[in-house]
């Protein structure tokens, strides 16, 4: 809904991804990619300045084909080139390092903050990026330019960032479990349009309202159990509007605390409030990463 001019808050996370550049006598760009644990997941190589694939190698059997990771990533340097058209045209080339600091499936933002760090490289805007080669909200651009919580607003394709007093003083209270699969992100906007479109302008606005609302009561609460009700509130909400049930009422309904989706729904984290009694429960459902609030909150 913040595609819609919604107010979101967001809050950047201790993991991130990191760019390093060295220069290349060849008129080459060699990029390597690396995971958490220092694997190499994607190679590729680029003629310069031409930017022609040379080659790619893919280390997964999951998200697609090396070809279509290198044409992705083809199509981000293009787009910065059209923004800054002196970028990339030396006659020397560059070993570039992409290295993540979570597991790569995690989904805590690896599009949105390599789509930053090229922009930065680049010199040039780092929402117009995002637009230009892909599409969505741009609230994780934001998080990835900002070391503090934000509230976030999409007005007239111009992005509106606040920074936001929330440090929550029940934030032991409060925790993140990854439900052990990566959600598209792009696939959960395609889901939102679809129904959005069938939704009378009216309501559809309130629908709007209320979540720019929910999202400035989310930093007054001052308990868990305030919280609680504003995270139901919220999942409601997104639950009418895109016709998908709340993952408490399909994974977790006989949970004691409230969970609420993040992101597109049905995968990456969820956010739970709950006590030492959490961490068992969900382990013994089957998923077995739980990270408190401080573990995972810059």
Known sequence: MVLDSAVSLAVPTKFGQDLIIEPLQESQLVWASY???GACWFEAIFDLPRLRLVSCTFNSDKEGSAEFIAETLQT????ARKLNPGFLQNNSGFLVKTNLSFPKDWGLGSSSTLINNI???????AYALLWNAFSGS??????????TPIFYQLKN???????????????????????????????????YKAYQSKKP?????????EISILSNEFVKASSAKDLEKIMIDHENIIASMIKLNPVKK????????????LG????????????????????EKGFDTILRYSELVL
């Open 35 to 37: 995971t958490n644990t």
């Open 76 to 79: 981000i340097l293009s787009e």
């Open 119 to 125: 922009a930065s490289w680049a010199k040039v805007d």
């Open 138 to 147: 741009a609230y994780d651009i934001a998080c990835a330019k900002n070391n």
């Open 157 to 191: 394709r111009k992005p509106i960032v606040k920074e936001a007093e929330f440090k929550p003083k029940f934030a032991e209270e409060l925790f993140f479990v990854y439900l052990n699969k990566k959600q598209n992100s792009r696939d959960g906007i395609q889901r």
């Open 201 to 209: 302008e009216d309501s559809f606005q309130a629908d709007i309202d």
């Open 250 to 261: 399909d994974l977790f309904p006989d949970y004691f605390g409230a969970i609420k989706s």
């Open 264 to 283: 597109a729904w049905g995968g990456d984290f969820v956010l739970v409030t709950g006590n030492e009694n959490t961490p068992n429960y969900f382990k």
